[in-house]
């Protein structure tokens, strides 16, 4: 068989080894060493290539910002800053019908500045959000949807840690990566709260309006939250105004997060340890599939299949927004069977050849390379809120056990056509994505 063939019949297995749910890093990892013993034709140089393969991915100094982000995330769940964001917002919002899903969709995008994952967004802002909407009569498509898509803005607003692996695998920068996601993150901040106003407008009975707070009130939650915002603030301000790198200013967001929970009283030896506990089961899940991703990767590279693939494309004669719109089709269907972390590294090595080998509005590499990874990781969070999976979907759903599966799905569908207006809009306007990463260049 020729190296093309072998790619697209490693490609198969995975899919099939995926299906009989076989963990993806395993499954990579078994797939790529398959593949480059028969490419190969022995097991020399697959023996050779494992002994550098751990060392030389984990001694990567730049992949030290996952797990401190994870720390972060952690920090600000068990230390109840979650509570401290949700109850500002609502303090403003609750009033107004509808307003205690749009206070959770605030919620959502403020822990996702200090957090960095959709699951982790999704299920503490359920914890906190959801007995005060169902406390209000919301009805139980409205809240659970509302929480299932805010969680996305987890990965949407940096820090991300899909933006740092796909950084990682690119040679992009970080800062440039994690300015360009704030702007699509605030517009599908925006979008999800236009899409309750709507859904309130025309059954008003779907979310009630709550009791309105004095300005006292206010003024308390909003001193309360002042220090989450200041985190948000010097992590991102760090990385791009160059006085601190992604890694440093990583460690300093979970040591402010760290302090911040313990002084608030929401966390206490236990919640260290908790924390501690949470981050390195999550870095080493994440550590697995970037380890399998690399087996996989090295197989692809040794059959030819991603420059075999891009230069086909490059030929076709097919128009570059075409094939960009069915590279963002597959990533939804993807999203049927995998995570968003296992899509983007098993993704991305056959992709961005074939984005980087075409011309969009006549862009420069690196304006290119950020607005494919914004592009992708929008599409990717889809999958975290669309049937079957639906991660998102599900977490809520065991949250709110009153609350039917299929009405969860169907409380989502409104957030997912504001996904796709999103998408659509990114797609014909890059720059949307590029202004900052410019304007402070």
């Known amino acids: 068989m020729s190296g093309f063939t072998v790619g697209l019949l490693m490609f ?17 990892f078994m797939v790529g060493a398959g593949g480059y013993v028969y490419l190969t034709d022995s097991t020399l140089p697959l023996l050779n290539s494992l002994k550098n393969l751990a060392y030389a991915r984990l001694s990567n100094y730049d992949i030290i910002v996952i797990p401190l982000f994870l720390l972060m995330g952690q920090f600000a769940t068990h230390g ?15 009033h107004k019908r509808g307003g205690m899903a749009i206070a959770s969709i605030g919620a959502c995008a403020g822990f996702g500045a200090i957090c960095g994952s959709s699951l982790a967004t999704a299920a503490t802002m359920g914890q906190v959000a959801l007995p005060e909407l169902r406390r209000f009569g919301y009805s139980g498509a409205l809240s659970t949807g509302a929480l299932a898509a805010g969680g996305t803005l987890g990965i949407m607003i940096p820090p991300s840690v899909p933006l740092v ?21 605030v517009i599908a901040m925006v979008g999800y709260m236009a899409v309750i106003a709507i859904i309130v407008r025309i059954n008003p009975a779907a979310g009630p309006a709550g009791p309105r707070e004095d300005w006292a009130e206010r003024l308390r939650c909003l001193l309360r939250v002042l220090p989450v915002l200041l985190v948000f603030v010097v992590v991102i301000v760090g990385i791009y105004g160059g006085w601190a790198n992604p890694t440093e200013a990583a460690a300093i967001g979970a040591a402010a997060c760290g302090l911040l929970a313990v002084i608030s009283g929401g966390m206490r030896l236990r919640g260290i340890m908790e924390s501690m506990m949470g981050t390195a089961h999550a870095t080493a899940m994440i550590f697995l599939v970037l ?36 590279i963002l089709v597959t990533y939804i269907f993807l999203g049927c069977v995998m995570d968003s972390l296992a899509m983007i590294l098993l993704t991305i090595p056959i992709f961005y050849p074939m984005v980087m080998g075409l011309d969009f509005y006549g862009m420069s590499h690196t304006d290119k390379s950020i607005w494919f990874g914004i592009l992708a990781l929008m599409v990717v969070e889809i999958g975290l809120v669309h049937p079957p999976v639906g991660m998102n979907v599900y977490i809520i759903n065991r949250l709110a056990k009153d609350v039917p599966l299929k009405e969860t799905f169907k409380g989502v569908m409104p957030f997912l056509a504001s996904d796709l207006l999103r998408i659509v809009l990114l797609l014909l306007m890059p720059g949307i994505s590029l202004y900052l990463v410019h304007a402070f260049k």
Do not use: C, H, W
């Open 165 to 185: 692996i796909y950084a990682i695998l690119t040679q992009e920068s970080i800062g440039d990566l994690f300015m360009a996601a704030v702007l699509p993150g």
């Open 12 to 28: 198969a297995i995975l899919m099939a080894l995926l299906v009989v749910r076989v963990p993806i890093g395993i499954a990579m």
């Open 80 to 94: 109840g800053l979650s509570k401290a964001l949700f109850r500002f917002v609502a303090a403003f919002m609750g």
């Open 291 to 326: 380890l399998g991703a690399d087996m996989l990767n090295t197989a692809l590279a040794l059959s030819q299949l991603p420059a075999d693939l891009a230069n086909t494309v490059k030929e076709s004669g097919l128009s570059p927004m075409l094939v960009m719109v069915m």
